[in-house]
């Protein structure tokens, strides 16, 4: 048992006894008993109607517009009252949103939850024929779009088949619903179990799948979002006075994209029950960025490991300067390469810099780890939600015991109900109330989270497995490297051989050869890439900067 499991345990159990803020009770969902937070709000209309408190203060910025709460509160009402007197929404419609990051997408989603139907936000970089894909899953009764959106869909040959009344909201027909003084939306009676969600998959492999989530699990993982925070302080009291001293009022940068839990939860939704405030970029720029943090005076950005990378790399960038407001930066998914690690704890020293573990089907809810806690064990994902069980699992589905590395499945009252109308699929990711996440990783004796790879990611070289993480890891650690994957490539000896991609640092030509002999100096032997391929054009990502292995291996792996 290290030195600090003791207080992570005492803070946790502080935080959850009886009567305190984020007290646990049993809820039976599915048949299970699960762990809940006894005052997280049962709905999401009553998470965003506590919002309403924060009246005057600012909410967003974007592109020149500043929202207090009230403004926005009184254009999504509006927009409630007519969706729910004009168009004849009813609870459960589903209500689908393509368009990117703006003020626009945040009132549409919340006037479609104040009224119970389920918003069903699409991928916003999705080309014209897969905007379609998703209209023809999600059979949505309303659809709102921007202009560059309704473009793509018009142009798609599937164009005459949408089936959908489509508000574009760049035209005239915005501004006048959510004009003021219109129908007054009556609150749509919900329980619990309610649909209040369908948010699609990244998609980073195969189709995307449209994940249903219900009134409960949106609400317990919002509140859970606070309970990290509540954490992190009580574990981080040097930090937190550091920030406390600096007298800024929390702002958010926010880059990642709303259609995603990491956008949508814990940024969007989070900042508005806590009356924070986002500042919308249009598009990701970290030049841009930089010099947004400077004039807006952000205090936190949260994105992917390669969005904070190029942030951290862009010229100019200094903590002592244009970036002084940040209190600290965070990221989501597995253990972040080691030349990052460094960079972040080297620039933000007693910061509320962290990490967490989630997954689209748990909503965003797994394991968090922030400020003190980060720093001493950055390599982790964080410690597990008290509303979550967690099982690093077996090939037979039986957990392993404590350090053993094996697949890490999640329960809890934010696992999703099923993925939209697949009932194969679903099956298949859930056993017995248990989420089989596909990822790889372990748990040490103090209770913290490792996330090795993705199952499919692991190589099998002769028996060997190799996370492909670790390696790119390492070659990340060389001076002229920007990026790197590894992937497995077929071979007739070993099963499986390790190749590598390399994105060189501008200006930089690094060797081949000089590469393989980095990785064979610190990594075993099995370990070193058979080839290194190196790249001129940066590495294809999705929306969300999740690497396109399926992509790499196409190219590089026949």
């Known amino acids: 048992m290290t030195a600090d499991a003791p207080r992570v345990d005492t803070a946790i159990a502080q935080l959850t006894a009886p009567g305190a803020p984020f007290e646990l009770v049993d809820v039976v969902v599915g048949g299970h008993t699960l762990k809940a937070y006894r005052h997280a709000p049962a709905t999401v209309p009553a998470l965003l109607d506590a919002a309403r408190v924060h009246g005057a203060k600012p909410f967003i910025a974007w592109q020149g517009q500043h929202w207090s709460v009230e403004r926005f509160f009184t254009a999504a009402d509006a927009l409630a009252g007519r969706m729910q007197a004009e168009l004849g929404l009813r609870p459960g419609d589903r209500v689908a949103i393509a368009m990117r990051n703006r003020p626009e997408w945040a009132i549409a989603f919340v006037a479609a939850a104040l009224v119970g139907a389920v918003p069903a936000p699409l991928n916003s970089f999705g080309l014209g024929a897969e905007l379609h894909a998703a209209l023809a899953d999600v059979e949505p009764v309303l659809l709102f779009v921007d202009r560059e959106r309704r473009e793509r869909l018009d142009a798609a040959p599937a164009a005459a088949a949408l089936r959908c009344r489509m508000v574009d909201v760049d035209t005239e027909a915005w501004p006048a619903l959510v004009a003021p003084a219109g129908p007054r939306a009556n609150a749509p009676a919900l329980a619990a179990d309610d649909p209040a969600l369908l948010l699609f998959t990244s998609g980073s492999a195969a189709r995307p799948k449209a994940v249903l989530s219900s009134q409960r699990a949106v609400c317990q993982a ?19 006075a550091a920030l406390m001293a600096r007298g800024l009022a929390p702002a958010t940068l926010t880059v990642v994209p709303l259609f995603h839990v990491s956008g949508l939860h814990a940024q969007l939704l989070t900042n508005l029950r806590n009356g924070r405030r986002l500042v919308f970029l249009p598009r990701w720029d970290p030049r841009q960025a930089l010099q947004t943090i400077r004039d807006e005076c952000i205090t936190q950005f949260n994105a992917a490991p390669a969005m904070v990378m190029q942030l951290l790399e862009t010229p100019g960038f200094d903590p002592a300067g244009d970036a002084r407001t940040l209190g600290g930066v965070g990221f989501g998914g597995a253990g972040l390469p080691q030349r990052l690690i460094e960079q972040v704890l080297g620039m933000f020293p007693d910061s509320m810099s962290g990490i967490g573990f989630g997954l689209t089907e748990t909503n965003g809810v797994g394991s968090a780890v922030s400020g003190t806690l980060f720093a001493g064990r950055p390599n982790s994902s964080g410690v597990r939600s008290p509303i979550v069980e967690l099982r690093i699992a077996g090939g037979d589905g039986q957990a392993l015991p404590v350090g053993e590395v094996g697949e890490i499945w999640l329960r809890g009252v934010t696992v999703m109900q099923g993925y939209w109308r697949n009932a194969a699929a679903s099956a298949q990711a859930l056993v017995d109330g248990w989420l089989r996440t596909g990822d790889v990783g372990r748990v040490d004796e103090a209770g913290f989270l490792y996330v090795v790879d993705r199952l499919k990611d692991v190589i099998n070289r002769s028996g060997e497995k190799i996370a492909a993480a670790e390696v790119e890891s390492c070659l990340m650690q060389h001076p002229e490297v920007a990026e ?17 991609i390399v994105v060189p640092r501008p200006g930089t030509a690094p060797d081949a050869q000089a590469l393989r002999a980095h990785v064979a100096a610190r990594l075993a032997a099995y370990k070193v890439p058979l080839r290194v391929h190196l790249r001129a054009e940066p590495m294809p990502r999705n929306a969300v900067g999740k690497l396109l292995r399926t992509e790499l291996r196409s190219a590089y792996a026949s």
Not at 224 to 237: E, K, M
Not at 484 to 500: F, H, L, S, W
């Open 484 to 500: 790197a994957a590894v992937i497995a490539q077929p071979d007739p000896v070993t099963g499986e051989a390790v190749v590598a």
């Open 222 to 240: 919002v509140f859970n979002i606070d309970f990290i925070g509540a954490l992190s302080g009580l574990t981080s009291p040097k930090a937190v």
